[in-house]
């Protein structure tokens, strides 16, 4: 398995704090991305980083910022968390530009927003 | 109309049936991915393809860029294969957009 570790697993927060989650990975890959997975949705891109302080936003991005000071750790931000970012948090690394390429998930967050 | 169409939604079968589960896409892409996610949660990647079939184990899959289509067949079924599959496609850029899943169960 790729090395891919997400923290915390699990956390509850209420509507208006802050919360950051944590994406860290020992591939030394370039790209890394966040997604969020929600019933009849599936999973849609938040933003990805595509090296060290380089990012871009992907479909559901408001909301959310990211931050990538090391390749290791890309870090995904709600400056203000609402209910509507109750969702599993998915983190992955790997290009995936052609057939060659694959992506490697991380285990996932459980984020519920009260 | 999402970009990326999946169907059956879900499917069960008995252990030892064929199964297919197809996937539809409406845009210009590079590359298509099949995933499996266990009940557990996990993402696995199986298979990412841009022409033709691959074939790992009992698993196939194949794609059509013309008709802008693919299918994941699994071969000789086990209670084991039961997951969701998620087809996504590289469309632009270094993203996926994904399908809505199919929930296969697989029974004894």
């Known amino acids: 398995d790729a090395g891919i570790t997400q923290s915390p697993r699990h956390k509850v927060t209420e509507t208006g704090t802050p919360v950051t989650l944590r994406c860290h990975q020992t591939?030394?890959?370039?790209?890394m991305y966040w997604y969020r997975q929600d019933p009849g949705h599936g999973l849609r891109l938040i933003h990805y980083s595509y090296g060290v302080k380089d990012t871009d936003k992907g479909e559901v991005s408001d909301g959310y910022s990211v931050s990538r000071s090391k390749t290791e750790d890309f870090l995904l931000t709600l400056e203000s968390a609402t209910s509507s970012q109750t969702s599993v948090y998915f983190c992955?690394?790997?290009?995936?530009?052609?057939?060659?390429?694959?992506?490697?998930f991380g285990p996932g967050t459980r984020l519920t927003v009260l | 109309k999402n970009e990326v169409e999946q169907s059956p939604q879900n499917l069960t079968a008995q252990e030892g049936e064929f199964i297919t589960i197809n996937c539809s896409y409406s845009v210009g892409i590079s590359a298509l991915h099949w995933l499996q996610q266990h009940p557990g949660g996990g993402i696995v990647s199986l298979f990412m393809l841009s022409s033709g079939k691959k074939k790992h184990g009992r698993l196939i899959a194949t794609i059509n860029i013309q008709e802008k289509h693919s299918s994941l067949h699994i071969t000789a079924s086990h209670p084991r294969d039961s997951a969701v599959y998620i087809c996504a496609v590289i469309a632009a850029g270094n993203k996926l957009t994904f399908g809505g899943g199919t929930r296969v169960l697989v029974k004894p």
């Open positions: 992955a690394i790997g290009e995936v530009g052609t057939a060659t390429d694959t992506q490697y």
């Open positions: 591939e030394n890959h370039r790209y």
